[in-house]
């Protein structure tokens, strides 16, 4: 994805000012992504179309190799959450 805009208008990547919002990264369709301040801003549900964490419902994945990993709660998605109690139950033998 270098060199890449804004998945939403096209902009090119820059650095934020200050006061602003960062860019947002996504995952979208297995496709890492970005979405400039301004899109974060002016286009409600601009995060409808990134992919959501499995486990908290965050946007904020990240796409490293072949693993898409939860940056909120640390999550790596299309894996079995072996703390939750349902699934240790199904691994009981
Ligand atoms: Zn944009
Ligand atoms: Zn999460």
Do not use: F, N
């Not at 369709?29 to 995060?47: A, E, N, S």
């Not at 072949?66 to 033998?93: N, S």
């Amino acid at each position: 994805m270098q060199g890449a805009g804004c998945v939403l208008c096209g902009r090119p990547t820059y650095d934020p000012d200050k006061r602003e919002r960062p860019w947002a990264r996504g995952v979208s369709g297995g496709r890492q992504v970005l979405t400039c301040p301004q899109c974060q801003v002016t286009r409600p549900g601009w995060d409808a179309s990134l992919d959501r964490c499995e486990s908290c419902g965050s946007t904020r994945l990240s796409l490293t190799l072949d693993e898409v990993t939860c940056r909120a709660c640390g999550r790596i998605q299309g894996t079995v959450d072996v703390t939750d109690p349902v699934v240790q139950h199904l691994l009981e033998p």
